[in-house]
């Protein structure tokens, strides 16, 4: 895919090139959000809820419904969300000699991952809803705990947007923060509207559309909107060495991958899907 970019040389050694495809980047954005939805909502609380006992889960984008709650059922989603975004920067560490292309989609499905998980305390222990409000109910005193899950999440969400942002460096190399910046925004406004979009077919209605489609995806992963400015930093302290990263090329055929995924993605898992299993 590198070599689809074209460019020219600069005096500095490193090369300029072309616009990166804001359809690609887009693309990006909406399939790595769909994958991080599916882990926690599915793997993650379907997958506990099944080894809780639950016979028949149903599993919407924005919600899984098995019955009855327990604590780890709850819990679940987000700690899926968390294993994956660590194994995604080892993966972002190991995979060095990997195309552009290919390591920018692997670092949003991480950023995703990690931006929403660690985002679930913070917005939790602000706001008193979510998963992890329902997981601290019965525990007191209860404005102790908020205040725990509150720092917890801005100390995780902070590690995890410099992590973030050391590993786009590493991608994107000498790359300009006004490059960087626009392909993060374009695969976070990109997910962000699939996320609303899945949600207005859920059954529950707007509501849960604001609370939970749109303040997980939006608010929840609004990192990607200021990780630039940090990467930039970084790039700025090494003194701009490195090459600049190859252009996004147009890619055609994952349009129509994530075309016909996005369509299965609203129209089933909006309004939801229900799975029975033997007893």
């Not at 329902?134 to 995890?160: D, H, Q």
Request: proline share 2%.
């Amino acid at each position: 895919m590198d070599a689809m970019a074209t460019g020219r040389e600069t005096a500095a050694g490193t090369t300029s090139f072309a616009k990166d495809d804001f359809w690609t980047l887009a693309v990006f954005g909406v399939l790595a959000y769909m994958i991080s939805n599916v882990l926690h909502e599915g793997l993650g609380h379907g997958g506990m809820a099944w080894l809780s006992g639950a016979r028949q889960i149903t599993v919407t984008s924005t919600y899984m419904d098995a019955g009855f709650d327990t604590r780890s059922i709850l819990a679940a989603g987000t700690v899926v969300n968390l294993v994956s975004g660590v194994m995604g920067l080892v993966a972002l560490r190991t995979a060095r000699s990997g195309s552009v292309p290919l390591r920018l989609f692997l670092w949003v499905l991480t950023a995703f991952n990690l931006l929403l998980g660690t985002g679930y305390f913070l917005f939790s222990g602000v706001a008193g809803i979510g998963d992890w409000a329902e997981w601290m109910k019965g525990l007191t005193p209860i404005w102790a705990w908020r205040a725990g899950f509150t720092l917890l999440g801005i100390v995780t969400y902070v590690v995890s947007a410099w992590l973030l942002a050391r590993e786009l460096i590493g991608i994107m190399g000498s790359a300009e923060e006004s490059r960087m910046r626009r392909m993060t925004w374009v695969m976070y406004f990109a997910g962000g509207l699939t996320a609303c979009l899945a949600g207005v077919r859920n059954p529950m209605g707007w509501k849960l559309v604001l609370i939970s489609a749109a303040a997980s995806s939006l608010g929840g992963a609004s990192g990607l909107l200021w990780i630039p400015s940090i990467a930039g930093s970084m790039a700025r302290k090494a003194r701009g060495k490195g090459t600049v990263a190859v252009a996004i090329p147009r890619m055609l055929l994952l349009w129509a991958v994530a075309a016909v995924l996005l369509i299965e993605y609203v129209w089933w898992l909006g309004p939801g899907i229900t799975l029975h299993f033997a007893g």
